[in-house]
T-cell receptor, first 116, second 112 residues
């Protein structure tokens, strides 16, 4: 049962345009969400996060939007640059007590390609 | 630079031959995690340590074990690797639980 889904395996965007990466989740208990970026031969690196008490968080060119009623979050990159080409993972944090606290459940990732 | 280091980056082992993957961190983080990632799939948490407190995911096979002899080091032991265990193994750390996780570059395991 996949609780975090990224339904688009890949996305291709022109340099300077907006990239929108989407993520859906099924567990209504998730209350903290993160986006990671992964280049080939490297581990994922943290990009941006959002708590469920907010619906938007911005950091430079990156903005994450959270729609709790739809159980949907998205990452907007504006403007997109060729160096943004990477795999993007969304992840959701389990708020349950005990040993599951803080556990991250990842989506399958979306390959973003930004063309010059 | 503070970082998460994984050795080796590539590991080839034979079916059934025990293998150990290594992770070290210079971040002095309390929590260390091991993930398994198969091709085009999401990273899947195997287990984590909060200090010396070990937490196993319910669906982690018994074939997988872990050791954390000190704050800096964590090992993943695969007792009898099967062909299905071929994957990328990612180590991550976080200062505390519910904090952002810092990942190492991963070890790609091939089972022949």
């Amino acid at each position: 049962d996949q609780q975090v889904k990224q339904n688009s395996p890949s996305l291709s965007v022109q340099e300077g345009r907006i990239s929108i990466l989407n993520c859906d989740y099924t567990n209504s208990m998730f209350d903290y969400f993160l986006w990671y970026k992964k280049y080939p031969a490297e581990g994922p690196t943290f990009l941006i996060s959002i708590s469920s008490i907010k619906d938007k968080n911005e950091d430079g060119r990156f903005t994450v939007f959270l729609n709790k009623s739809a159980k949907h979050l998205s990452l907007h990159i504006v403007p997109s640059q060729p160096g943004d080409s990477a795999v993007y993972f969304c992840a959701a944090s389990d708020p349950a007590g005990g040993t599951s606290y803080g556990k991250l459940t990842f989506g399958q990732g979306t390959i973003l390609t930004v063309h010059p | 630079d503070a970082m998460v280091i994984q050795n080796p980056r590539y590991q080839v082992t034979q079916f059934g031959k025990p293998v150990t993957l290594s992770c070290s961190q210079t971040l002095n983080h309390n929590v260390m995690y091991w993930y398994q990632q198969k091709s085009s799939q999401a990273p899947k948490l195997l287990f984590h340590y909060y200090d010396k407190d070990f937490n196993n995911e319910a669906d982690t096979p018994d074939n997988f074990q872990s050791r954390r002899p000190n704050t800096s080091f964590c090992f993943l032991d695969i007792r009898s690797p099967g062909l299905g265990d071929a994957a990328m193994y990612l180590c991550a750390t976080s200062r505390v639980k519910r904090d952002e996780q810092y990942f190492g570059p991963g070890t790609r395991l091939t089972v022949t």
